[in-house]
């Protein structure tokens, strides 16, 4: 599921500062976390109208959640070690909305992303469900993650 | 009156062992770290875990141990529970009390304000089935009031089972904590002492827990403590609810409606617990109660406030600030405020060095009771 994370790359994005990935995780029965990363690869580009992509990729292992246990058993949990990245692929976007391909554990799915554009800077988020990319779903010590996550990503458009 | 109250409430900022505050960890539910879904008691395997890996410090730790080996240590004795169904616990706490510190009449007092064993039985999925005991001491109240026979220091603090029908929907039934307000760690607290919710005021009764997406809540129905003698037994029922804001902040509102031969008590509060991330926090809490006193007719309304700030600059270090505001009687012109600043230290897990400094001041048109200044030094251990 934290995979999912990963898939915020898709909205267009750098390697640069400006640029964060945030994995928004629901628990159960309780309370929520964030995993982040800075370490966006990709760049978002204008095309006319559109806010294109080719490809936006993180390191699975970049993601942080502030428990450095909880950064293990997420990056363990998205399989990161035969699945390094999440990759965004196909962005393409137009007024508010667009599509891009979201690849996590190896499996790829199309994902629907509402973006607004401020400053020159884009803000976008996507849901997806863990399930969806083939992750089964986490539980530690009886503390276990809701199946729909929420991924917002922050990018300059080039 | 109003005097005896004053000096009541300054006698003894005491502590507890409750902490809302780690909505800053963003556990906006005691539910996911404790037995009993409202917090304070026994702490559950995951909440030790978290204990370990986020709360305390790894100072004392060979660097060679692993996050993954702090959790697995942080079981009864350091070592991973071999079944599901049976946890043991054990709580100590002690302090050093000082009046006046630097003064004239400067005064020490060690109190050992807790010395728990706790059993916890808990049967299938997500502990569906609890049962949990607590047994300890509990410290004598320092101002005796006459007519009231002493209670055994040595007996129950909790006992209930509980039985969860789905994860976010259970019933508990026993001696636990009314369900009101914010269980902030200090016990004395106006919000706690006022109310009454403080760390002798566990009750026989039944509570129903619920929780959804953006809203917590229960309703507990109880008839005292049957320790107690039956005319003293304080029934009645409280609620409080919570609603999530924000996705990581809790607004709540809290009732309470209580009474036994002698008065009754109405307390009514709000308040916010809101995560300010990495671990730090600010929580508030504005109530008012309304005490009828039977035998005279007389009624005493109070009003209380609290502010709580936690700030967590590393990791097992949370540096605080309390300020409290009391008026026990809104017909009079007196007030109390006592602030004071304090640091909370986990050098590891089992282990919470705590102080605190208070600053108590009387407020009143005809009052000139001097400030009092006490220093609280808190050593807690665990197993």
């Known amino acids: ?158 | 009156m109003n005097k005896f109250l004053f000096l009541f409430f300054i006698i003894l900022p005491g502590l507890a062992w409750s902490y809302p505050n780690y909505i800053g960890h963003s556990y906006t539910s005691c539910l996911n770290c404790h037995y009993n879904p409202f917090g304070n008691g026994p702490v559950n395997d995951y909440g030790r875990a978290v204990s370990a890996t986020l709360i305390s410090a790894r100072w004392l730790y060979p660097k060679t141990w692993t996050e993954e080996d702090l959790a697995e240590k942080s079981g009864f004795l350091f070592r991973k529970p071999k079944q599901d169904w049976f946890r043991t616990q054990v709580n100590y706490r002690r302090f050093r009390l000082t009046r006046n510190p630097g003064g004239k009449n400067q005064t020490e007092l060690w109190i050992t304000m807790q010395a728990d064993a706790r059993a916890i039985l808990k049967f299938g999925e997500n502990d569906r089935f609890i049962a949990v005991f607590n047994h300890g001491y509990a410290p004598a109240p320092m101002s005796k009031v006459s007519g009231v026979p002493d209670e055994d220091t040595w007996r129950s603090r909790e006992h209930y089972v509980g039985y969860k029908f789905t994860p976010k929907f259970g019933v508990y039934a026993g001696l636990m904590d009314k369900v009101y307000g914010v269980r902030v760690v200090e016990h004395i607290a106006f919000s706690r002492t006022f109310p009454q919710v403080a760390q002798n005021d566990q009750t026989h009764g039944v509570m129903a827990h619920f929780l959804n997406e953006n809203w917590e809540g229960g309703v507990h129905g109880f008839v005292g403590n049957l320790a107690q003698k039956e005319d003293l037994r304080m029934k009645g029922g409280s609620t409080m609810i919570e609603r999530t804001v924000g996705g990581i902040h809790r607004l709540g509102f809290s009732y309470l409606n209580s009474s036994n031969l002698y008065n009754s008590l109405q307390s009514y509060a709000v308040h916010a617990r809101l995560n300010l991330k990495e671990g730090s926090s600010v929580i508030a809490e504005v109530g008012q109660t309304s005490k009828n006193i039977t035998a005279t007719k007389e009624k005493i309304d109070s009003r209380y406030g609290l502010l709580q700030t936690y700030l967590r600059p590393t990791r097992g270090v949370y540096v605080f600030n309390n300020i409290e505001y009391a008026k026990a009687d809104l017909t009079d012109d007196n007030y109390i405020v006592r602030w004071g600043p304090g640091v909370q230290i986990f050098p590891a897990q089992r282990i919470e060095f705590r102080g605190d400094i208070y600053n108590t001041r009387v407020f009143g048109p005809e009052t000139s009771v001097p400030d009092s200044w006490t220093l609280l030094l808190q050593t807690h251990l665990w197993l």
């Open chain 1, 1 to 158: 599921m934290k995979l999912l994370v990963t898939l915020l790359s898709l909205i267009s994005f750098s390697v640069f500062a400006q640029s964060s990935i945030t994995v928004n995780v629901t628990l159960s029965p309780s309370g929520s976390f964030q995993a982040t990363s800075t370490k966006v690869k990709g760049n978002l580009k204008k095309n006319g109208d559109m806010i294109e992509a080719d490809k936006i990729q993180v390191m699975i292992e970049s993601l942080k959640t502030g428990i450095e246990l909880r950064d293990e058993h997420f990056a363990k949990h998205l399989n990161y070690g035969t699945h390094p990245k999440a990759v965004i692929s196909g962005l393409k976007a137009q007024n508010g909305k667009g599509t891009a391909q979201l690849e996590v554990n190896g499996v790829s799915k199309p994902v629907s992303i509402n973006y607004e554009l401020k400053d020159g800077q884009v803000k976008a988020n996507f849901k997806v469900k863990a399930s969806d990319f083939k992750l089964a779903k986490a539980q530690y010590l009886g503390v276990g993650v809701e199946d729909d996550v929420v991924i917002n990503v922050e990018m300059p458009l080039k």
